[in-house]
Protein backbone atom coordinates (compact mmCIF):
# COMPACT_ATOMS: atom_id res chain seq x y z
CA UNK A 1 0.00 0.00 0.00
CA UNK A 2 2.94 2.34 0.90
CA UNK A 3 6.98 1.68 0.21
CA UNK A 4 7.56 2.98 3.54
CA UNK A 5 5.56 0.43 5.27
CA UNK A 6 5.84 -3.76 4.76
CA UNK A 7 3.16 -6.12 5.69
CA UNK A 8 3.99 -9.46 6.82
CA UNK A 9 2.32 -12.51 8.38
CA UNK A 10 5.74 -14.07 9.65
CA UNK A 11 4.70 -14.81 13.00
CA UNK A 12 8.77 -14.27 14.07
CA UNK A 13 8.71 -10.99 13.01
CA UNK A 14 6.15 -10.04 15.50
CA UNK A 15 7.19 -7.76 18.41
CA UNK A 16 4.73 -9.58 21.45
CA UNK A 17 6.04 -7.22 23.87
CA UNK A 18 5.12 -3.82 22.07
CA UNK A 19 1.44 -6.44 21.17
CA UNK A 20 0.80 -6.48 24.88
CA UNK A 21 1.49 -3.37 25.01
CA UNK A 22 -0.57 -1.87 22.73
CA UNK A 23 -3.39 -4.06 23.03
CA UNK A 24 -3.35 -4.91 27.29
CA UNK A 25 -2.52 -2.06 28.50
CA UNK A 26 -3.42 1.30 25.73
CA UNK A 27 -7.11 -0.29 23.82
CA UNK A 28 -9.82 0.87 24.32
CA UNK A 29 -11.21 -2.71 23.71
CA UNK A 30 -9.14 -5.21 25.51
CA UNK A 31 -7.42 -3.07 28.02
CA UNK A 32 -5.80 -4.96 31.30
CA UNK A 33 -5.82 -8.27 28.90
CA UNK A 34 -3.26 -10.59 30.20
CA UNK A 35 0.21 -10.90 28.38
CA UNK A 36 -0.47 -14.85 28.61
CA UNK A 37 -4.24 -14.31 27.25
CA UNK A 38 -2.68 -11.94 24.48
CA UNK A 39 -0.19 -14.38 23.87
CA UNK A 40 -2.55 -17.61 23.62
CA UNK A 41 -4.84 -15.00 20.90
CA UNK A 42 -1.82 -14.63 19.20
CA UNK A 43 -0.74 -18.36 18.69
CA UNK A 44 -4.24 -19.05 18.03
CA UNK A 45 -4.54 -16.55 15.25
CA UNK A 46 -3.27 -15.29 11.48
CA UNK A 47 -1.70 -12.41 12.37
CA UNK A 48 -0.61 -9.50 10.24
CA UNK A 49 2.53 -6.87 11.50
CA UNK A 50 2.85 -3.86 9.64
CA UNK A 51 6.68 -2.95 9.93
CA UNK A 52 8.42 0.32 9.02
CA UNK A 53 10.62 0.00 5.81
CA UNK A 54 13.41 2.16 7.46
CA UNK A 55 13.94 0.67 10.81
CA UNK A 56 12.24 -2.67 10.65
CA UNK A 57 10.40 -1.27 14.27
CA UNK A 58 6.58 -2.97 14.58
CA UNK A 59 4.62 -0.26 14.06
CA UNK A 60 1.57 -1.98 13.54
CA UNK A 61 -0.56 -5.24 14.28
CA UNK A 62 -3.84 -7.20 13.32
CA UNK A 63 -5.34 -10.12 14.33
CA UNK A 64 -7.49 -12.80 12.02
CA UNK A 65 -9.73 -15.80 13.82
CA UNK A 66 -10.56 -17.72 10.72
CA UNK A 67 -10.98 -21.03 9.53
CA UNK A 68 -9.20 -19.87 6.20
CA UNK A 69 -12.38 -21.25 4.44
CA UNK A 70 -16.09 -19.71 4.81
CA UNK A 71 -15.56 -17.40 7.96
CA UNK A 72 -12.77 -15.21 9.37
CA UNK A 73 -13.02 -12.14 12.20
CA UNK A 74 -10.37 -9.27 12.12
CA UNK A 75 -9.64 -8.34 15.60
CA UNK A 76 -6.94 -6.57 17.51
CA UNK A 77 -6.17 -4.05 14.84
CA UNK A 78 -3.71 -1.34 16.39
CA UNK A 79 -1.53 1.25 14.97
CA UNK A 80 0.94 2.80 16.70
CA UNK A 81 0.09 6.43 18.21
CA UNK A 82 3.54 7.89 16.38
CA UNK A 83 3.07 6.09 13.16
CA UNK A 84 -0.99 7.14 12.86
CA UNK A 85 -1.71 9.13 9.52
CA UNK A 86 1.45 7.19 7.83
CA UNK A 87 -1.43 4.44 6.09
CA UNK A 88 -0.28 1.56 8.40
CA UNK A 89 -4.00 0.94 9.01
CA UNK A 90 -5.05 0.71 4.82
CA UNK A 91 -2.30 -1.37 4.48
CA UNK A 92 -2.83 -4.16 7.13
CA UNK A 93 -6.51 -3.60 5.83
CA UNK A 94 -5.19 -4.03 1.91
CA UNK A 95 -3.29 -7.13 3.04
CA UNK A 96 -6.07 -8.77 5.02
CA UNK A 97 -8.68 -8.33 2.69
CA UNK A 98 -6.11 -9.60 -0.46
CA UNK A 99 -5.06 -12.84 1.91
CA UNK A 100 -9.10 -13.38 2.80
CA UNK A 101 -10.25 -12.60 -0.96
CA UNK A 102 -7.38 -15.07 -2.30
CA UNK A 103 -8.81 -17.94 -0.27
CA UNK A 104 -12.09 -17.19 -1.31
CA UNK A 105 -13.19 -16.51 2.64
CA UNK A 106 -17.01 -15.06 1.73
CA UNK A 107 -17.55 -13.83 5.55
CA UNK A 108 -15.20 -11.80 7.16
CA UNK A 109 -16.10 -9.92 10.13
CA UNK A 110 -14.40 -7.09 12.49
CA UNK A 111 -16.16 -4.20 14.95
CA UNK A 112 -15.04 -1.22 15.58
CA UNK A 113 -15.97 1.78 17.82
CA UNK A 114 -14.11 4.80 15.61
CA UNK A 115 -13.16 3.46 12.45
CA UNK A 116 -16.12 2.81 10.50
CA UNK A 117 -14.82 5.04 7.73
CA UNK A 118 -11.62 3.29 7.22
CA UNK A 119 -13.32 -0.38 6.95
CA UNK A 120 -15.86 1.19 4.63
CA UNK A 121 -12.94 1.72 2.21
CA UNK A 122 -12.48 -2.34 1.76
CA UNK A 123 -15.92 -3.33 1.79
CA UNK A 124 -17.32 -3.43 5.03
CA UNK A 125 -20.87 -2.02 5.90
CA UNK A 126 -23.22 -2.60 9.11
CA UNK A 127 -24.62 -6.12 9.69
CA UNK A 128 -27.45 -6.83 6.75
CA UNK A 129 -29.48 -8.70 9.94
CA UNK A 130 -28.02 -7.63 13.39
CA UNK A 131 -31.22 -9.69 14.76
CA UNK A 132 -29.23 -12.91 13.78
CA UNK A 133 -26.17 -12.05 15.50
CA UNK A 134 -25.62 -13.06 19.03
CA UNK A 135 -23.09 -13.36 21.65
CA UNK A 136 -22.11 -15.24 24.83
CA UNK A 137 -19.99 -13.55 27.68
CA UNK A 138 -19.25 -14.93 30.32
CA UNK A 139 -21.18 -14.92 33.91
CA UNK A 140 -17.87 -15.33 35.69
Same mark, same amino acid.
Given at each position: ???? #??? /? *? ?5 D??R??? +? #?G???? +?? @???S ?6 ? #? *?? /???F???? /?T??E ?6 ? %??? @?A???? #?????V *??D?R??R??K?? $???? %??? $????G??? %? ?15 ? /??? *????? +?????P??
Amino acid at each position: MTDD #IRI /S *DDPAELDRDRIYR +W #IGEESY +WA @KGRSRERQDAA #I *DG /SWNFGAYD /STTGEQVGFARV %VTD @KATYAW #ICDVYV *DQDARGRRVGKSL $MAAI %VAA $MDALGVQR %VVLATADAHGLYEQYGF /SLL *DQPDR +WMIRRPTA
